[in-house]
């Protein structure tokens, strides 16, 4: 069982900059992570990924902005979040993912993802 805990999240200006932090432990190893958001009313999507080997995708809302990292030592995902606007506030999840293969075009659907955390708020005021 692989549990994943979110932290860094909290409140900040327009143009300001959080970093978010996603421990992950347990077994089987996740060779896909992800970081989702959801703000009220709208579904979860996609903000940026990573497979095992260091490749990653960002959401074309986030390119320039934001940047996924993982430190694989220490098994922790990152999210550095910069510029931040108020679109950006949401409630922003860590997910991970034990299958073999998932194809780059799907890394942002929510149900390839079977491990997630309970969720960072994320506010941004203008």
């Known amino acids: 069982q692989v549990q994943v805990v979110e932290s860094g999240g909290g409140s900040v200006q327009f143009g300001g900059s959080l970093r978010l932090s996603c421990a992950a432990s347990?077994?089987?190893?996740?060779?896909?992570m992800a970081w989702f958001r959801q703000a009220p009313g709208k579904e979860r999507e996609g903000v940026a990924a990573i497979d095992s080997t260091g490749v990653t995708r960002h959401a074309d809302s986030v390119k320039g902005r934001f940047l996924i990292s993982k430190d694989n030592a220490k098994n922790t995902l990152y999210l550095q979040m910069n510029s931040l606007k108020p679109d950006d506030t949401a409630m922003y999840y860590c997910?991970?993912?034990?299958?073999?293969?998932?194809?780059?075009?799907?890394?942002?659907?929510?149900?390839?993802?079977?491990?997630w955390g309970q969720g960072t708020q994320v506010t941004v005021s203008s």
């Open positions: 997910a991970a993912a034990s299958v073999d293969w998932i194809p780059f075009s799907a890394w942002f659907i929510p149900h390839k993802y079977n491990y």
């Open positions: 347990g077994y089987p190893y996740s060779r896909y």
